[in-house]
């Protein structure tokens, strides 16, 4: 086996791509390989294809999946519910542990919701909303 000079690094052209390799330098064999000419040339002999055969695209990722809003330590599972219903924009249904449900929407007057406090004390008067209605706007569901 012959010397390699390693002081002129410069000057890659009598390294083999794998002596290359082995001294960290990069030059086009050791970049991509099956790109080198020697190899399409080495491929075309063999009768291989030319470049390596694509990829097969992964499965589609699947799963199961839930939101849960947590207001003030009580947490609620949020499902999207269709908008029409409330002539509105956007809609979800806030279920809380012991099966209570809120339905919050979004419409061109402003939001709603179907809890005590916005429909008795609020709607009409505190554009700010009940407390469901300011957690959906504060996780940007509203
Ligand atoms: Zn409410």
Redesign the pocket.
Known sequence: MAAIDTADTRDHSRLTPGQARQMGIRTPETIAPARAPWAIEQRKAEGLPLYPTPRKAPAPASGRCSLRLSINGVSYRVRPIRPEAFGGIRAFRLTKGDGAT?D?SLDVHGAA?T?G??TFRREGIDPTG????RAAKACGLL
């Open positions: 809120h919050v919701c809890c406090d916005w009940c407390k469901h209605i």
